[in-house]
């Protein structure tokens, strides 16, 4: 079952704007990990959060974690036609490496588009 | 520094019939995980290995089966394939710490069940 819900289902914008991704989840987390892919290949990490912190950047992207609203977001500043490709939230709920012993749930995913 | 990588890419298998994939983890990572990716959805966990042995495992049959040798490449055994069994399996590997750290995952293997 996927513990994670990402919204929107899927996301056009216009190379340079922002966009934004959400994630909602069910039962409590260690941690929680946002990956790429492009076309159905592997997935690619971009960002870890831990439950403790609230906040994280990377480059151009961002993250936020409310525990209390079990909810994340991704923005994504100044998007490229490289930056086209599916964002999945995933929940790690053991805390060791990988997800452990129940490994990592995901959402279903969001489908982002950048338009040139 | 080597990457996952998987094989086959692309598997077209018959309804009942068993398959075999391979996964090589990358270089320094001690822990294996199997995830099952339907079309339009999101990677579902199959079970991970550490140390030769199953970890942790998720809501699937026993026809999963897997392995993972001493040099950490592993394979996943799916026996009595059935139609739903079409997915994309990907492999991710991690070195075993409690720290929290991302998976590195592989391109896949692309299996079709007719």
């Known amino acids: 079952s996927q513990q994670g819900e990402e919204d929107p289902q899927a996301l056009s914008i216009q190379e340079g704007e922002n966009a934004t991704m959400n994630c909602s989840y069910k039962?409590?987390?260690?941690?929680l990990q946002w990956y790429r892919q492009n076309s159905g290949r592997g997935l690619v990490h971009l960002i870890l959060?831990?439950?403790?912190?609230r906040e994280k950047h990377s480059g151009r992207l961002r993250v936020t974690l409310d525990t209390s609203k079990k909810s994340s977001s991704l923005l994504i500043t100044a998007s490229r036609a490289a930056d086209t490709a599916s964002y999945f939230c995933?929940?790690?709920?053991?805390?060791?490496?990988?997800?452990?012993?129940?490994?990592?749930?995901f959402g279903k995913g969001t489908h982002l588009i950048i338009q040139p | 520094e080597t990457g996952v990588t998987q094989s086959p890419t692309h598997l077209i298998k018959t309804r009942g019939q068993q398959v075999t994939l391979r996964c090589s983890s990358q270089?320094?990572?001690?822990?294996v995980s199997w995830y099952q990716q339907a079309l339009g959805q999101g990677p579902q966990f199959i079970f991970q290995?550490?140390?030769?042995?199953?970890?942790g495992r998720g809501n699937f049959p026993p026809r999963f089966s897997g392995l993972q040798f001493p040099n950490y490449s592993s394979e996943l055994n799916v026996n009595a394939l059935e139609l739903d069994d079409s997915a994309l399996y990907l492999c991710?590997?991690?070195?075993?710490?409690?720290?929290?750290?991302?998976?590195?995952f592989g391109n896949g293997t692309r299996l079709t069940v007719t």
């Open positions: 991710a590997s991690s070195t075993r710490t409690f720290s929290s750290t991302p998976l590195h």
């Open positions: 039962t409590s987390i260690n941690n």
């Open positions: 959060i831990r439950s403790n912190e």
């Open positions: 995933a929940t790690d709920a053991d805390g060791w490496s990988g997800g452990g012993a129940d490994g990592l749930t």
């Open positions: 270089s320094g990572h001690n822990t």
């Open positions: 290995y550490y140390r030769e042995e199953e970890n």
